[in-house]
């Protein structure tokens, strides 16, 4: 496709008029198997849709696009294709960096899960290149990353810890979940692969749960698409139309999310409840420099810790009306959750443990004066 511009790929790439209706968004082909003319003569390269499907595939060339890939795949969550990656990069015996402050799921994907088949991990700030070097191993075969992170909304410079990655022999995985490929474009920065949870910012509309690969290296992406296939955790087509369906919105979505958080982050630094506000579009943030430099903006997740303790930051949660008490992100609704007790509990006890005064905001694209009217009520 010539036009390369963002907002156009988001609309077109992948979305060619079906073929035999002309229907300008791609069909739901909700079908398991297809017709073969003659044993093994496959129409279009489909036999099986754990294998392959249309729309799908639709989605999967679209993800490649707006990450500047090669190639994406599309899967049933994202720590489907979290599983899936790690299953093919990965041996017993291999080691992962992965940073302080990831998702619950994804720790508790790599400490309950992938460590009981003899995968090793251990713990570095990736925010600061030189930690994660210490961390390095004979056999450390990826370092990950989440950039901004997840709830404490770290950044981590992709360039230089893709640097340390390559001169370890590693391979640089990263989350750009919180981002989304229109702020954040890390293969153009240096990663080897891109991880999404396509339920939250890419979905945008909270009705649909998958996740997605994205890479350049057409051998891995062989070697993932073989695993994806032999494992089986695949995008189901409504659930592959509805992250489509909501693609074509996202650089609308995300420039009113950024500009809707950054007004919330201004109001709470300066709101006498408030001890500490995390957000990379704050001058004070000290990711601040290196998020402007790889963000086109500074996205709609808002983390902040309350005066009082757990119970006031649980109490602040629980008083939010217009905020949704509820886990998850990304939706065009304000979402508010304490980290400690809903999406990071599995990291409770452990060196990835969250702070219990803090509560972590999903700001939505509602009408901002409405969204700080309802914090400062919360608030008290």
Not at 178 to 205: I, N
Request: net charge negative; proline share 4%; with cysteine.
């Amino acid at each position: 496709m010539s036009h390369q511009h963002f907002e156009t790929l988001a609309i077109h790439a992948g979305q060619e008029p079906d073929a035999a209706t002309g229907a300008v968004v791609p069909p739901i082909h909700q079908v398991s198997t297809y017709k073969q003319d003659g044993v093994g003569g496959l129409r279009g390269g489909y036999e099986y849709s754990r294998s392959a499907n249309p729309t799908r595939t639709a989605l999967e060339e679209n993800l490649a696009a707006l990450e500047g890939g090669s190639r994406g795949l599309a899967f049933a969550s994202g720590l489907a294709a979290e599983d899936c990656l790690l299953r093919t990069v990965l041996t017993p015996g291999d080691h992962v960096v992965i940073p302080n402050d990831a998702y619950g799921g994804t720790f508790r994907l790599f400490a309950k899960v992938a460590q009981r088949w003899g995968v090793e991990w251990s713990v570095a700030d990736t925010a600061d290149p030189t930690a994660v070097r210490a961390q390095l191993r004979d056999r450390t075969k990826v370092v990950w990353v989440e950039t901004p992170s997840n709830p404490l909304l770290g950044i981590t410079d992709i360039e230089q810890v893709a640097a340390v990655a390559r001169g370890a022999g590693a391979r640089l995985v990263v989350d750009n979940t919180f981002a989304s490929p229109y702020l954040q474009q890390p293969l153009a920065l240096g990663a080897d692969v891109v991880v999404h949870s396509t339920t939250k910012y890419m979905g945008g509309h909270s009705d649909v749960v998958g996740g997605a690969l994205v890479t350049s290296d057409a051998a891995l992406a062989e070697e993932l698409a073989f695993h994806q296939n032999a494992m089986g955790a695949i995008a189901g087509p409504f659930d592959s139309w509805l992250v489509m369906r909501g693609v074509k919105t996202l650089a609308v979505r995300m420039d009113r999310h950024s500009a809707n958080a950054e007004r919330v982050a201004e109001m709470l630094v300066q709101h006498p409840k408030v001890t500490e506000v995390l957000y990379p579009g704050l001058e004070s943030h000290p990711g601040h420099e290196v998020a402007a430099k790889q963000m086109r903006s500074f996205g709609g997740m808002v983390s902040f810790r309350v005066a009082g303790g757990e119970e006031a930051a649980v109490e602040v949660c629980n008083r939010a009306e217009l905020f949704t008490l509820g886990e998850s992100l990304g939706g065009v609704e304000s979402l508010i959750e304490h980290p400690g007790r809903m999406t990071h509990a599995s990291a409770a006890g452990s060196l990835l443990e969250v702070p219990g005064d803090l509560v972590r905001l999903s700001v939505g694209i509602e009408s901002v004066d409405d969204l700080l009217e309802d914090l400062r009520a919360a608030l008290g």
